[in-house]
């Protein structure tokens, strides 16, 4: 990891910019709110054949950094996305959501209790008014009158 030392950002945002080539890393921020990023996933598509199906996942947590200007967890991020020779990155430039686990860490169809800052909030756009995504068709439920 020695070239990625100095600004390990750089390097997961400049894997980012390629359209091209597998394996490639899906990462994702979480956070209580919309301001720091406590937990980040990196999931790893062999190849594209099988687009959905994700080889491995590893998580990095914070209690104090935002994990997305940390650059011990970008550093350990890249030596992970090296250990599985990945071409490319697939990320988004925001949090998406709470980083506590639904039907794991609360119970399914609620809202996080520890993190009221996403409670009726769609997580793609951070706009408040939108339930959770619908159980049957994939759909977002808007709300009748948001908060």
């Known amino acids: 990891m020695s070239g990625y030392s100095r600004n390990p950002r750089y390097w997961l945002e400049r894997r980012a910019k390629r359209r091209t080539g597998y394996p490639l890393a899906t990462l994702a921020f979480y956070g209580p709110d919309d301001r720091r990023a406590s937990k980040a996933v990196v999931g790893i598509v062999p190849s594209e054949r099988a687009p959905e199906e994700v080889a491995e996942m590893r998580k990095w947590f914070s209690e104090t950094t935002d994990l997305r200007t940390d ?9 992970f996305l090296d250990e599985h020779q990945v071409e490319r990155i697939v ?3 925001r949090i998406i959501g709470c980083p506590h686990e639904e039907g794991v860490d609360y119970p399914e169809g609620e809202a996080c209790p520890q993190c009221p800052y996403w409670k009726d909030r769609d997580r793609w756009t951070g706009e408040r008014g939108c339930q959770k995504i619908g159980k049957s068709n994939g759909d977002i439920i808007p709300l009748e009158s948001p908060p």
């Open 91 to 93: 990320m988004v430039d």
């Open 71 to 79: 650059p011990e967890a970008a550093g350990q991020i890249l030596t």
